[in-house]
Each structure stands twice: as C-alpha cells, then as structure tokens.
C-alpha cells in the first residue's frame, strides 16, 4: 500500500525490473532469465487486482525475448522498461488532455478514490479556465479520499469532501463523474477502490455520466479466456480494531478493496488513444495491448494450428 494506484504500480513495477536487472550479477543468460521471471513472478503477487501490473511486467518483460547474451538481455529489458514508463506518463497526459474536453464550464464532477488519470482530467480543465466543483469521497477504509483532496487544494480547485454514503445525498448537484480504473475486462466492466459500483448506480439513477478514465494497459487480455479479475481482500483490521473485533466473536469483517461496475453504468472510457464505449474494451486488448486469442492459445499450451 505505499504505491497507491494502478498507474503508479505498474510503473514502479518496471523501475523495479530494470533496477534488479542492472544488478544482477549472472553471465549466463539461462540463470539470467530465469532470475528475471523470479523477480517478475514476486511483483505480480504483491497486489492481484490491478490487472496494470501484470501487464506492465510483461511488456518489460519481452524485452528478453531473442536475447542470446546476459548483456542483450539485460539491454533489452531495461531499455522496454524505459520505454514503458515514458508511454505511460505520456498516456497520463494524453488522457488529462482528453478527459478534460468531457467537462463543461460551471461543472460539479464527483471522483471516488484516489487516481492520477482521473484526477488529471480534472486539474486539466482547471488549468484550461473551466470553472469547475468538485465532491470527493472518503474511501474508508484507508482514506484515499485524504490524498485528492489534498491535490485538488493544491490545485487551488473548490472542493466537497463527503463520507462514502452521502454520494446519494448529493448527486442531484454533480454534472459528471470520473474515476480511475484498476482494470477493465473484455465486456467492458471496471473494476475499481470498492464503492465505485455503488457511486455509478447512484448516478446512472440520477442520470448523472460516468466516465472512467484509464490507460490500455488496465485493460486486461485474460478475461478474453474467461479468466475473473481477483478483488484483492484485506485484513479485517483496516475495518475494525483487533480490540474491538475480539469482543464480537459472531461478527465476521469483510474487507474487499475493489468491486465490478458493469458496463451498463459507465458512459465512457478514456484512454490514450481516444474515448471508448466500455463495449470496445475487446478492441483495446486486441488492437493496442496486442493480446490475441493465438497467445492465450500458447500460454495454455494449445498450439498455433490446433483446431480448438
Ligand atoms: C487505487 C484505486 C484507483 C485506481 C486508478 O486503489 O482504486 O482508483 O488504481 O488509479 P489503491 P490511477 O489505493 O488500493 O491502490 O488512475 O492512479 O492508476
């Protein structure tokens, strides 16, 4: 929890690749790559749900591919992991940019959580002379809401700061809704910090727009498999004091850190490379991640000609 954000991990994720890969100490190229998948393997088990993590790991991590040398290798990861962090600074702008354009002067935009894209949008349209509102949320359990508003004052943006259930009380006055994304599955359902569903229920009941702003690699290539994204659920002391918890032994703290908003609630998607109907999320995973039906076909061991 001291990267916050599927953004932020994904690129802390290929710094930590190429920094390990700079260190290792191993001349034959066997060894190398197999330390590699090694340190690949404990990143992406440190936070399941962010599907911009795995994502991240494998792009970087192709950067081995055809490597006959340690130093090729080594070359060749470090210089993808470079690359992926410039593009996705760049698709953190791009998006700002895009995102920016949805909201109108005079409009009260609600954001859930904590994240950088959407966010960006916001200070965008700030910064581009919109006259702008903006109510954020709490995020119990562990107080997301405390770092945007804190970015948003900065920002010098008018802002309401609400509990998590006073969405509902307040959404008659908000024009827009923007939230991040931790990933987006093949049919267009955004997983994001719990409590974004029942943000955009409310919404899609007032009929207020949702719009999530999130880059191509939150979409995730596995769901196309009917792979389900995994909502990472945390210890029940984030809820709950253990001191209060032991006296209750009949009570059981549920703590999951994300949930699933179908598409059906979500307007728009906003990547780097445009807006999307959350119905296109198939189209990113093909068209831009570059994740096809052959690969899934070879990860699972069913060859390129196999009639399956
Ligand atoms: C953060 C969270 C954010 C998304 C998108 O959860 O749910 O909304 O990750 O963020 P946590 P970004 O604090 O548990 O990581 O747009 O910055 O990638």
Known sequence: ME?????????????????????????????????????????????????S??????IVMAGLEHASTTEEARE???HRAARFIQSSQHAVEKISGFGARHIRDGDTILTHCNSEVALGCIIEAHRSGKEIEVFA???????QGLITIRTLNDAGIKTNFIVDSAVRSYIHDVDLVIVGADAVTVNGAVVNKIGTSQVAHTAAEARVSVLVAAETYKFAPQ???GDLIRIEEREANEVLAD?????LPNVTVRNPAFDVTPAEYIDLIVTEQGAIPPQ??????REYLGWG?????ESIGIGANHDE
């Open 223 to 225: 769901t196309i498999m």
């Open 76 to 78: 060749g990861l470090i």
């Open 53 to 58: 993590l795995p994502n991240a790991v494998h």
């Open 3 to 51: 990267v916050r954000g599927a953004g932020r991990i994904a690129r802390a994720a290929a710094e930590a690749l190429r920094d390990h890969a700079a260190s290792v100490r191993s001349s034959d190229v066997a060894a190398f790559r197999q330390e590699m998948e090694r340190a690949a393997a404990t990143l992406v088990a440190t936070r399941p749900t962010a599907v």
């Open 280 to 285: 296109m999320a198939y189209i990113i995973i």
């Open 293 to 297: 039906i052959e690969e899934f076909h």
């Open 243 to 247: 001191e209060i918890a032991r006296t």
């Open 137 to 143: 949320t709490e995020v119990r359990p562990r107080n």
